[in-house]
C-alpha cells in the first residue's frame, strides 16, 4: 500500500467509542441520571464535534464563535452548555430561551439574565452558576492556579457567590437550577473530583439549594498508564454527592475533553534530512512542536519509530539524536533520542496521545494545518484534507489600493 503524505493526525476511531462508552457506561453505573456535555474548546474537529453528537453528547462551548460551529454542525441550542467568561448577549438568550443550558460566570451576564426574564415574563428561566472556590486548600499542590485565585465564576470564600445567589433570588422567574464546578489541576486525581463534589455538597446544604444538576466540568484522565480512567472516578463523585444530592432529582453532568480524545488520536511525521553540528546529530521532521505541543509545556512524548522501507541494514548506536520539527525557530526540538539506532530520511515518528489541545490550538505557521484521517477497519478516511493558500487566503483581500 502506499504511503499517506505525512505529516497527519490519525483518529482511531474504535478506541474514541471504547472511551466514550466507558464513559458513559461509569456514568450509568454510579449516577445514572446524567448528561456529558463534549468540551468543544479541546478539540472541535468538525468530524470529532459530529461523532460526539451522534453518540448523544450536547456541545460544551465557550465562545461565540464555538456556539456558532455548534450550531452550523447541528446542535440546537437546546442541546448547548453555554460557559465561560467570553459569552455573547444573542447567543446567550438563545441559550435561554431555547432551554439550552448556562452556567452564568459573571455580572454583566446576570445583567442580561434580568434583561430577558424582565421581556418574557410568562418564562421561568432555570440557569446554572459557575462557582469559584478554594480546591487548592482542599487539594494542596493538585491544581493549576495553586496558591492564587482562580479567574472563573463567583467565588465562594469572599461572599461574592452568595451575593450573586441573593440577586438572582430577586429575580422572580429566574431559579438557580445548576452548579458549575470545573476547576483545572496538574494532577488530574480521583480526590481532585471527590473534592469537587464535596463543595457541591457543601454549597447544596449551606445555601439550601434545590438542584436539577451539578456540573463537574472536565479535566479528567484518560489512556494514561498508571493513571486514573473514568472508571476510577465516578464511584467517589457519586459516593460523595449522595450525601446531599440523589440521582431522581439531580443530573451529574460532565464536560471531558482531552480523556476521550487523547488516547484515539497519534500525529505521524516522517524524517526528510539529518545533519551533524558541532557533535549533534539534528534529526528534521515534517511534523513540529507547533502541532502536538502548542503551548510548549511537555517535557516528554509518547511516540514509536516505524523504519522507512531503505533501511534495513543495521544501524550504529548513536549518543545523542535532536529530533527537530520542520520549522525554522531553534525552540521548534521535540525529543532527544539518546543511545538509540540511528534514524534516517525516510522513517517515521509516530506520537500518541496527541487528541487534546493539538489540532485547536495548531498554528497557521511555515506548513498549514496537516491532513486528519479516521480508521476504522483499516480502512483510512480522511476527514479533513490538508489546508493549502487556497484555505489561508480566504477572506483575505489582496487587491493594492
Ligand atoms: C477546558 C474545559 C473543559 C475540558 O477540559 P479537559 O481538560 O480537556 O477535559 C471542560 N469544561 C470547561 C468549563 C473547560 O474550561
Redesign the pocket.
Known amino acids: 500500500m502506499k504511503q499517506l503524505q505525512t505529516p497527519y493526525f490519525v483518529i482511531e476511531e474504535p478506541i474514541l467509542e471504547q472511551y466514550y462508552d466507558m464513559l458513559t457506561n461509569s456514568l450509568a453505573q454510579n449516577w445514572k441520571n446524567f448528561l456529558v456535555?463534549y468540551?468543544f474548546?479541546?478539540n472541535s474537529l468538525p468530524w470529532l464535534v459530529s461523532y460526539v453528537k451522534k453518540k448523544g453528547a450536547y456541545a460544551?462551548v465557550?465562545s461565540k464563535d464555538e456556539y456558532d460551529l455548534a450550531k452550523f454542525l447541528g446542535y440546537t441550542d437546546s442541546e448547548i452548555i453555554y460557559?465561560?467568561p467570553y459569552k455573547e448577549k444573542e447567543s446567550f438568550c438563545n441559550v435561554l430561551l431555547q432551554g439550552g443550558i448556562v452556567n452564568l460566570d459573571s455580572m454583566q451576564e446576570i445583567g442580561w439574565l434580568a434583561d430577558l426574564a424582565d421581556q418574557y415574563k410568562d418564562r421561568s428561566f432555570p440557569v446554572g452558576i459557575r462557582v469559584n472556590f478554594d480546591l487548592e486548600s482542599m487539594c494542596p499542590g493538585e491544581t493549576t492556579m495553586g496558591e492564587e485565585s482562580g479567574r472563573f465564576g463567583f467565588c465562594y470564600e469572599t461572599g461574592k457567590f452568595a451575593k450573586a445567589l441573593g440577586i438572582l433570588a430577586d429575580l422572580p422567574n429566574v431559579t438557580v437550577a445548576g452548579l458549575?464546578l470545573?476547576s483545572?489541576s496538574k494532577s488530574?486525581s480521583v480526590q481532585v473530583f471527590r473534592s469537587i463534589a464535596r463543595m457541591a455538597c457543601r454549597l447544596g446544604a449551606e445555601f439550601n439549594l434545590s438542584l436539577n444538576y451539578i456540573d463537574l466540568?472536565?479535566?479528567?484522565c484518560g489512556g494514561m498508564d498508571g493513571r486514573p480512567e473514568y472508571p476510577d472516578y465516578f464511584p467517589a463523585v457519586a459516593e460523595e454527592l449522595h450525601k446531599y444530592f440523589s440521582p431522581r432529582q439531580t443530573m451529574l453532568i460532565v464536560?471531558?475533553?482531552?480523556?476521550?480524545i487523547s488516547k484515539c488520536t497519534t500525529f505521524v511525521t516522517s524524517v526528510f534530512d539529518t545533519r551533524d553540528i558541532k557533535g549533534t546529530r539534528y534529526v528534521m521532521t515534517d511534523g513540529s512542536r507547533f502541532n502536538i505541543d502548542p503551548t510548549m509545556i511537555k517535557s516528554s512524548h509518547l511516540f514509536h519509530i516505524e523504519s522507512g522501507p531503505d533501511h534495513l541494514l543495521p544501524r550504529p548506536v548513536l549518543t545523542r539524536q535532536v529530533i527537530s520539527g520542520f520549522t525554522c525557530m531553534e525552540v521548534d526540538r521535540l525529543f532527544t533520542y539518546e543511545q538509540q539506532p540511528e534514524l534516517a530520511p525516510g522513517d517515521r515518528i509516530i506520537y500518541e496521545n496527541v487528541g487534546?489541545?493539538t489540532m485547536s490550538l495548531n498554528p497557521l505557521f511555515i506548513q498549514y494545518f496537516p491532513a486528519v484521517y479516521v480508521r476504522k477497519e483499516n480502512v483510512m478516511k480522511m476527514v479533513r484534507q490538508k489546508w493549502t493558500p487556497a484555505e489561508y487566503v480566504q477572506k483575505s483581500q489582496w487587491d493594492t489600493l
Open positions: 456535555g468540551s474548546k479541546t460544551e465557550v460557559n465561560g458549575h470545573h483545572s488530574r466540568g472536565g479535566g479528567y464536560e471531558p475533553g482531552i480523556s476521550l487534546g489541545y
